[in-house]
C-alpha cells in the first residue's frame, strides 16, 4: 500500500489491519502521534486525514486506500510552525504535553473549517481530546489567539 503522510509517498508493508497509529510509529518512526486510550476515545493519536482529524489507534491502513492525505504534527511545522503551534507556545499551554500533538490536529481542523470560532465552538469541537493536566482554558486561549492570525 502507498500513503500520501506529511507530502511524502511511502511503501507500507504492514497488514491492512494494522492501525494507522502502528504504521507511523513503529514502521515509520513519526512519533508525534500518541497512544493514549486505544480505543478512540482521548484523541491523543489523531492526525489529519484529508483534513479531517481521525483517531489513527482505530483507523486500519486498509481504509486509507484512495485518500490524498494524511497530516501528523510532524507534517503542520515542515514549513515553520502553524498559527496554532505557535499559539500554544506563546501562551505555554503544555504541562506534560502528551496530549497535545491531538489537540493542535483536532484544533487544526476546527479552524480550517471554521475560522472564527466561538468559545462553545471550540469547546464543542474540543471536548473529545481529553487533557489529564486540565489546560482546558488556555487550549482554548491558543485557539482563539490563532483564530486572531
Request: with cysteine.
Amino acid at each position: 500500500m502507498r500513503l500520501n503522510i506529511n507530502s511524502k509517498y511511502y511503501e507500507i508493508n504492514s497488514e491492512s489491519d494494522t492501525p494507522l497509529l502502528w504504521v507511523l510509529r513503529d514502521e515509520l518512526g513519526l512519533t508525534g502521534a500518541k497512544y493514549g486510550c486505544g480505543i478512540g476515545f482521548c484523541g491523543t493519536c489523531a492526525v489529519l486525514i484529508d483534513g479531517k482529524a481521525r483517531r489513527s489507534c482505530i483507523t486500519p491502513i486498509g481504509e486509507l486506500s484512495g485518500k490524498n492525505m494524511i497530516i501528523t504534527i510532524e507534517g503542520l511545522s515542515e514549513n515553520g510552525l502553524h498559527k496554532l503551534q505557535k499559539a500554544w507556545l506563546e501562551i505555554g499551554v503544555s504541562q506534560c504535553g502528551y496530549c497535545q500533538p491531538g489537540q493542535i490536529i483536532t484544533a487544526v481542523e476546527l479552524l480550517n473549517e471554521n475560522p472564527n470560532p466561538s468559545e462553545s465552538e471550540i469547546n464543542d469541537k474540543m471536548s473529545g481530546n481529553i487533557c489529564r493536566c486540565g489546560t482546558y482554558n488556555k487550549i482554548r486561549q491558543a485557539i482563539q489567539i490563532a483564530a486572531k492570525e
